[in-house]
């Protein structure tokens, strides 16, 4: 069966400091990979989506960056953290387009930036 | 930007009773997706109805789905306290190539026991 993996759940940083999100999915080949930011009480922003290793499509422009450097593997990154990157970071898969099927979601990290 | 909107924000309503959450959207889509997310967790996808299906069932679940209203709707039946979470519709939208799915800004649900 399928996994998502998600980590670190939880992490506090200061102003300027580098950020590394990691997410891997278990038990599926060549998945749609999605990054969404859920601010307090509201609803799901896109970030960035990859249908492939090395393809990175940018929702918004902001200081964060993805990477897909193996195929089941996408990391969300920063240089410098702003307070305004405060937030719920969710990663999330999906088997072809999400016009035949659902995302399958991680538990979620909890960014806050001080 | 967000593509849909449920209405409305909160709902509270007693155990056993009905729940019905609305969400409306702006482009032509695929397929219509409804997702579960209990506080500080990741989203559970609920149910999928397609642009050309009117209604779907799931167990305790009802969608609708109004193309020429571009709108929605989930109904939960007999309501049970484990209900109590935040609902998103999220949706595709009918572009070649459209790898993505947008999701509104949600509805968050309380059961009282």
């Known amino acids: 069966s399928q996994t998502i993996h998600q980590w670190p759940a939880t992490l506090v940083q200061p102003v300027g400091s580098p950020l590394s999100l990691e997410c891997t999915v278990e038990g599926t080949s060549n998945p749609n990979l999605y990054w969404y930011r859920q601010a307090a009480g509201r609803g799901l922003q896109l970030l960035f989506y990859s249908v492939g290793i090395g393809q990175i499509s940018s929702e918004v422009p902001q200081n964060l960056s993805a990477s897909r450097p193996q195929d089941r593997q996408f990391i969300l990154s920063s240089k410098k953290l702003l307070l305004s990157d405060s937030g719920f970071y969710l990663c999330a898969w999906s088997l072809g387009s999400p016009s035949t099927g659902e995302l399958f979601f991680g538990e979620g990290s909890r960014l806050t930036v001080l | 930007s967000q593509q849909g909107e449920e209405d409305p924000q909160a709902l509270s309503i007693q155990e056993g009773e009905n729940a019905t959450m609305n969400c409306s959207y702006k482009t032509s889509i695929n397929n219509l997706q409804w997702y579960r997310q209990n506080s500080g967790r990741g989203l559970v996808h609920l149910i999928l109805?397609?642009?050309?299906?009117r209604e779907k069932h799931s167990g305790r679940l009802r969608v609708t789905l109004d193309t020429s209203k571009k709108s929605s709707s989930l109904l939960i039946t007999a309501s049970r306290a484990a209900d109590t979470a935040s609902y998103f519709c999220?949706?595709?939208?009918?572009?070649?190539?459209?790898?993505?799915?947008?999701f509104g800004t949600g509805t968050r649900l309380t059961i009282i026991p």
């Open positions: 999220a949706t595709d939208a009918d572009d070649f190539g459209n790898e993505k799915l947008t």
């Open positions: 109805i397609r642009s050309n299906e």
